[in-house]
């Protein structure tokens, strides 16, 4: 064969491939896929064969033996992950019965799921079990042992829930890690393992976040204008395709009609002449109103913080005031959204706008407490981080004594005294594991407001609202207080925050990620069952459209906001001297130095020491600004062609159709062209063709005649 | 995977997914649930390629396909011989057009067979009423559908025949912010 021959032959297999890969987005029958398919497979069987023979060819036919291997396994890999996803039977009930728009909830619940079992295998692998199973065991040092005067409590169930007592010295939290460079006979260098972990955590977080955010950008498409296709899309897309309960159906009959008989009253009404003034007033007195409250809800918090650091001097707390600060943010958070939307009923936006503003204004309100909370927690850090110097010179002052006792008694001076006993031995403050121990704290009231809400909430209005029906004097079915909607935008913004306190929590407390996991799991069976049990379908349904990358972007934005915390620590608060695997180092990455020093060759210390030398990060920064700064002049241009191009097809469609509708041009330009054109009446007549008369000359010829 | 399955060969198998947006598990779920439509007429080997159609009446019954108002053009649109008479192939190409993973242009093609009730290739006036009746149950005024027909064609129309053809409907479609999530079939 020529070369030439050779070479059409190779497009030509390579045609047939591209087939094969895209023949099921054709939308051709079956049956001619299927024959289709299996001709172009045999064509690329036997010519590929062919081309595979003779010399030189054999780096060919080994490329594509392996890229026959690799496609079957991404196949089998692609089989095997759609095996494993959990729940496609329960979130396909409540979708039959509730429409799309909730299902998206649980959907993204399971997505959170599957991101939390992911963090929590690292942790769990790469830190919890090389302690566990490698480290010193419970009691055989001071930070890992309960002291002498907590030990009498230590077990009661009151301590446990608090997460002191035995809790306290355990897995749970950064306290109990050794600070021993290397573990074990495989040498796994735990201290490394944990930073490099609570930086993966948020690397991989991030990562899949814009991968998703990236997948779900091309669903949109909704680049067009709100109203120009209104009655067209409610024809065609207002049908939800995956209802199959003949209630969720009548309920759905019934919306789409109510829909196109406002959209038709709209058309036909002209403008409405309603007091703009008093709209305009009501709706400042309403953000007025609720700058007050979100004003108010911030001061609540401050005020509980402060009265939080005079309890931390007492000792004779009850219940309620040591969970104090803990119940009010919950109980904020709680009872703030249902008041905003009380409020927003004096702005009367369109229900789709509104829903707009309610999200923006409960994410104000979350993360105004969120930040207060942190605020109170770097307070306390800083106080201990004070006691910590006094203890430090205490303990070593009492180490020195006992030793002093110990040969005073024996009258020995030669022999070396066993150790102190690890209980006896004066602890410091380690304010990471505090840290941990209130986010751990934040997190199960989380839970416990959550649960204990959908059971008052939706279980016990539904249960009251049932049996209490048939002997009360208005039909609570129909009227007030009837069955609670889903609220998806409260849920969803409720899972994004608890996902940021998790991330926040998750390097001071390694075990938070588990309780997370089990929380995530527990709340898809309990909502799920809450859902179908007490819940009614949405009457009216607005999605704030887009509204998948809403939830995304603000997933993303709380994960930055929840890196700063920790990325600051990390960076310039010293480490406790007696707790978690940096004790003794004097900032936590120093860690990453000494494994440089001491475990890579001295070559690539050499060339990180060249790498850190500001006159190479300096550059290195420069020039990622500038790229930025290229790339969005870059889609600034591309914005406006896309903008141009759009207007030019708006034009045209609207000229088709005014020529169509024998109306005047409304385009200003074509109008203005229209004007500029020569008026015929004007103009002097013309002369005749030679050999040709106008019949009036050839009348005044003839009269000449 | 290598699971001992007799009712497809894997080359069957392969062919499958090659073709749909299916992996193997769901196209054996699927064979499932086109048996127990009905039981009799269905073979469990499909190796020979057996030559098996059922009517509209029984896959009209299936749970995801009952409450919907367009059933019938639905099932009607993927038959070959348009009676609505599917055989397996049909039936998956059925599902897999209607699942999450279909792109838009897809699903737009065959949205536009499903609205087309005089299967003419143009959306006409009369397909639209068809279409608003089966929506809404007939609860609207005759004027209201008419006011409403003539809306949507206005809108959508392009090149002025008062009748929306695939151009018309791929424009208008592709834009619509919901069409995905609503043109979507989980089984």
């Known amino acids: 064969m020529s070369e030439g021959e050779m070479a059409r032959l190779m497009e030509e297999v390579e045609e047939k491939k591209k087939l094969i890969a895209t023949i099921r987005n054709k939308p051709w029958r079956m049956k001619r896929r299927l024959t289709h398919l299996k001709e172009a497979q045999q064509f690329v069987d036997k010519f590929e064969g062919a081309l595979g023979k003779g010399k030189g060819r054999k780096w060919y036919a080994y490329k594509v033996m392996m890229t026959k291997k690799w496609i079957k396994f991404q196949r089998d890999f692609e089989n095997f992950r759609t095996a494993c996803i959990p729940w496609e039977r329960k979130i396909k009930e409540v979708e039959s019965h509730f429409g799309s728009s909730v299902a998206s909830y649980f959907i993204f619940l399971r997505w959170m799921y599957g991101m939390n079992l992911v963090l929590f295998g690292f942790t769990f692998g790469l830190v919890v079990i090389p302690e566990v199973l490698m480290g010193l065991p419970y009691g055989s040092i001071p930070r890992k042992t309960v002291p002498r005067a907590e030990q009498a409590t230590a077990q009661d169930y009151s301590v446990l829930m608090d997460f002191n007592g035995y809790c306290k010295y355990s897995v749970l939290f950064y306290g109990f890690y050794n600070n021993q460079r290397t573990i074990g006979l495989l040498k796994f260098r735990l201290p490394l393992s944990y930073l490099m972990v609570g930086i993966g955590t948020f690397g991989y977080s991030l990562m899949v976040v814009i991968r998703t955010m990236a997948k779900n950008a091309d669903v949109g498409g909704g680049d067009g204008d709100e109203g ?14 995956l209802i199959g309960n003949s209630e969720t159906a009548d309920n759905k009959y019934a919306s789409i009609t109510t829909s196109f008989k406002e959209s038709i ?12 003034h008093l709209r305009r007033f009501l709706r400042l007195l309403a953000n007025v109103l609720i700058t007050c409250s979100l004003g108010g809800s911030g001061y609540l918090i401050y005020f509980v ?9 007492r000792d004779d707390l009850s219940w309620y005031e040591k969970n104090e600060l803990e119940i ?43 930040y207060t909370f942190l605020f109170a927690l770097f307070d306390e850090v800083n106080t201990k981080l004070e006691e910590e110097e006094s203890i430090k010179n205490a303990s070593i002052w009492a180490m020195k004594e006992y030793y002093a006792n110990y040969t005073r008694l024996l009258n020995d001076t030669e022999s070396t005294p066993p150790p102190m006993d690890p209980s006896d031995v004066i602890r410091g403050p380690c304010w990471e594991t505090a840290v941990g121990v209130e986010f751990v704290k934040l997190t199960v009231s989380d839970i416990q407001v959550s649960y204990l809400t959908i059971l008052i909430g939706d279980f016990a209005r539904a249960v009251i609202v049932r049996f209490l029906n048939y002997c009360w004097c208005w039909d609570l079915e129909a009227g007030f207080p009837s069955y609670g909607e889903f609220d998806i935008s409260g849920n969803v913004l409720g899972l994004v925050f608890n996902q940021g306190m998790i991330w926040m929590g998750a390097f001071y407390a390694p075990g938070l990620v588990g309780i997370n996991v089990l929380r995530l799991l527990s709340s898809m069976y309990y909502q799920c069952w809450a859902v179908m049990a007490t819940n009614v379908p949405h009457e009216r349904v607005f999605k704030a459209s887009k509204s998948n990358n809403f939830y995304m972007g603000l997933l993303l934005l709380i994960l930055f906001l929840s890196l700063l915390p920790v990325v600051y620590t990390i960076m310039t608060l010293p480490p406790s001297f007696d707790c978690g695997p940096f004790s003794g180092k004097p900032k936590m990455f120093d860690v990453i130095m000494e494994t440089i020093e001491l475990d890579l060759p001295a070559f690539l210390g050499t060339l990180f020491s060249y790498a850190a030398n500001p006159g190479l990060i300096i550059p290195a920064v420069l020039l990622m600004v500038l790229a930025i700064y290229y790339l969005n002049s870059v889609s600034e241009a591309y914005q406006n062609s896309n903008m141009e191009l759009k207007k030019k097809m708006q034009m045209a469609r609207d000229e088709e159709k005014n020529r169509r509708n024998n109306t005047d041009s409304t385009n200003q330009v074509m109008k203005d062209l229209e004007d500029l054109l020569p008026n015929r009446s004007l103009a002097p007549p013309a002369p005749p063709e030679p050999g040709q008369f106008t019949p009036q000359q050839l009348c005044s010829y003839v009269k000449c005649l | 995977m290598g699971n001992k399955q007799t009712i497809f060969t894997d080359e069957q198998l392969d062919a499958y997914q090659d073709c749909t947006f299916f992996t193997r598990k769901e196209i054996l779920r699927l064979h499932g649930r086109y048996h127990e439509l009905a039981p009799h007429l269905v073979p469990m080997d499909y190796t020979k390629d057996p030559d098996c159609k059922l009517p509209l009446a029984l896959i009209v019954n299936m749970p995801e396909l009952k409450e919907n108002p367009f059933r019938n053009r639905i099932v009607e649109s993927f038959s070959e011989d348009g009676m609505g008479n599917l055989s397996f192939n049909e039936f998956v190409d059925m599902f897999s057009v209607l699942s999450e993973m279909a792109p838009r242009e897809l699903k737009a093609i065959y949205a536009f067979k499903i609205y087309d009730f ?55 479609i592709t834009r619509a912010p919901d069409f995905l999530s609503t043109f979507h079939i989980r089984i």
Not at chain 2, 123 to 130: G, I, N, P, R
């Open chain 2, 118 to 172: 005089n299967v003419d290739n143009y959306l006409c006036k009369e397909d639209l009423e068809k279409t608003l009746n089966k929506l809404t149950k007939e609860e609207l005024t005759p004027e209201e559908v008419e006011l409403v027909c003539q809306k949507a064609i206005e809108e959508a129309d392009l090149d002025g025949d008062n009748k929306l053809s695939f151009a018309d409907f791929e424009n208008m």
């Open chain 1, 305 to 313: 913080v402060k009265r939080s650091q005079e309890f931390a001097s």
């Open chain 1, 228 to 241: 120009e296709f209104t009655f067209a899309w409610k024809m065609f897309t207002s049908w939800d395709y």
């Open chain 1, 265 to 276: 009253v709209d058309e036909q009404e002209n403008q409405k002449d309603e007091n703009i």
């Open chain 1, 328 to 370: 009010i943010m919950s109980l904020l958070g709680l009872v703030c959204p249902p008041l905003f939307e009380t409020i927003a009923e004096l702005e009367d936006y369109h229900p789709r706008i509104a829903l707009k503003w309610q999200l923006g204004r409960i994410f104000a309100l979350f993360l105004g407490n969120l």
